[in-house]
C-alpha cells in the first residue's frame, strides 16, 4: 500500500498563475481533505470532498476549488496566485465518516513568485 | 468553534532527558485529539490520538499524552529523547469522527546531545 500519494513535491509558480495539485487516497480510504501549511503554522482545513462533493469548507476564499474523481483521487486548484499562497499543500485521506483515521501524504511545497 | 493552543514554541532538551509538549483546546463540544509528528520537508505522522476510553494513551517512539477533560489539555510526554525527536510537533482535534481537524501552530523539539 503506498499510502496517501500527492504530486507534484514542488513547484514554482508566477503571481497570477493557476495551480493544480493532485492527490491519490490511501487504499480503501473514500474521503479527501486538503490542509494549507504556511511557513511556521500549523496546517489550516481548506476543504474535504466525499462522494465527489465538497462537504466541509474552511475559511479560505472562492480562488481554493477542488475535484474528487470517481476513483476518490482529488485535484487541488488555486487560481489568481498570491505569493502568501505559497506553501506546503496537505492531502489527507480517510475511511467514510471516520476522519480520526487519516493519513496525511507528504505534501506539494508550492513557491508563488 | 474549536481552537487549539501549544503552549511552547520551541523546546531545547538535552538527549536523553524527560520532555513535555503542552497543548490546550477549547471547545464546546466533546473532541477527539491527535498529536502529530512533522519531519523537515515531510508530511505528518500520527503519534498517538485520543478517542475514549482511558485518559493515558500511547503512542509510537515511546511518547504518550494524559486527557484532561477539566484543564482541557493533551500534553505530550516522552520519558527519555533521543536526537531523532528533533521534530516539529502538532497538537489537533477532531470534532466529531467525520470533522476536520483544527491544529495548533507547533512546537519544535529540539534534542541536543
Known amino acids: 500500500d503506498a499510502g496517501v500519494t500527492q504530486s507534484p513535491t514542488h513547484l514554482i509558480k508566477t503571481r497570477g498563475q493557476q495551480v493544480t495539485l493532485r492527490c491519490s487516497p490511501k487504499s480503501g480510504h473514500d474521503t479527501v481533505s486538503w490542509y494549507q501549511q504556511a511557513l511556521g503554522q500549523g496546517p489550516q482545513f481548506i476543504f474535504q470532498y466525499y462522494e465527489e462533493e465538497e462537504r466541509q469548507r474552511g475559511n479560505f476564499p472562492d480562488r481554493f476549488s477542488g475535484h474528487q474523481y470517481p476513483n476518490y483521487s482529488s485535484e487541488l486548484n488555486v487560481n489568481a496566485l498570491l505569493l502568501g499562497d505559497s506553501a506546503l499543500y496537505l492531502c489527507?485521506?480517510?475511511?467514510?465518516?471516520?476522519?480520526?483515521?487519516?493519513?496525511f501524504g507528504q505534501g506539494t511545497r508550492l513557491t508563488v513568485v | 468553534a474549536q481552537s487549539v493552543t501549544q503552549l511552547d514554541s520551541q523546546v531545547p532538551v538535552f538527549e536523553e532527558a524527560p520532555v513535555e509538549l503542552r497543548c490546550n483546546y477549547s471547545?464546546?463540544?466533546?473532541?477527539?485529539l491527535f498529536w502529530y509528528v512533522q519531519y523537515p520537508n515531510q508530511g505528518l505522522q500520527l503519534l498517538l490520538k485520543?478517542?475514549?476510553?482511558?485518559?493515558l494513551v500511547k503512542g509510537i517512539n515511546g511518547f504518550e499524552a494524559e486527557f484532561n477533560k477539566s484543564q482541557t489539555s493533551f500534553h505530550l510526554r516522552k520519558p527519555s529523547v533521543h536526537i531523532s525527536d528533533t521534530a516539529e510537533y502538532f497538537c489537533a482535534v477532531t470534532l466529531g469522527r467525520a470533522g476536520k481537524s483544527t491544529f495548533g501552530d507547533g512546537t519544535t523539539l529540539t534534542v541536543k546531545p
Open positions: 485520543y478517542l475514549s476510553g482511558s485518559t
Open positions: 471547545s464546546s463540544v466533546s473532541v477527539y
Open positions: 489527507a485521506s480517510s475511511p467514510t465518516d471516520r476522519n480520526t483515521e487519516a493519513f
